[in-house]
């Protein structure tokens, strides 16, 4: 799911250049719930470029949100920079307590965060018209990082 057709377009060109057939891109707003009625619940959940750039509540709502997206032994794949304050052990916590088995995580002295998280729980029924999340304006993100 990506906002920008531009970009939405070369992913989408690159998963077939790639012989990936069963990967369909989407060009949509990813932060509304409505955009996965007819993809949920998925097997793969890429949640990538996301939680760097929203607030604290967004971060959760969006994690809590997860087992309406996933379907049982789905997995999905986030990223986070590592950043101080780093939000990768909050991450952690929220998708094992939403019933998400930790897979592979990211070295902290990665400099960057990439988690897998394999859903066990029991898949939910997608709630429409939820807003899962809103970028933060750049002034936001350095007043919640303390900068």
């Known amino acids: 799911m990506e906002l920008d057709p531009g970009n939405s377009g070369v992913a989408a060109d690159r998963a077939r250049s790639a012989g990936l057939a069963g990967v369909e891109v989407v ?4 932060g509304c719930t409505d955009r ?3 993809l949920a ?4 959940v890429l ?3 996301i939680f760097g750039n929203i607030l604290d509540d967004d ?3 969006t994690i809590d949100a997860c087992p309406q997206l996933c379907a049982r032994g789905g997995t ?3 990223t986070r920079a590592r950043s101080e304050p780093d ?15 930790r897979r ?6 990665a400099g960057f965060g990439v988690g897998v998280h394999r859903f066990t729980g029991t898949p939910q029924p997608l709630v429409a018209g939820t807003r899962l999340f809103s970028f933060a304006s750049y002034e936001d993100l350095q007043r919640l990082d303390g900068r």
Do not use: N
């Not at 060009?27 to 990813?30: K, Y």
């Not at 619940?41 to 793969?44: G, V, W």
């Not at 592979?104 to 002295?109: E, K, Q, R, Y």
């Open 27 to 30: 060009t949509g707003d990813a």
């Open 36 to 38: 996965y009625a007819d």
């Open 41 to 44: 619940p998925a097997q793969l």
């Open 47 to 49: 949640l990538c470029g």
């Open 59 to 61: 971060l959760a709502r």
């Open 76 to 78: 999905v794949i986030w």
């Open 87 to 101: 939000r990768v052990p909050l991450i952690c916590d929220r998708f094992e307590r939403q019933g998400f088995e």
């Open 104 to 109: 592979w995580l990211s070295a902290p002295d």
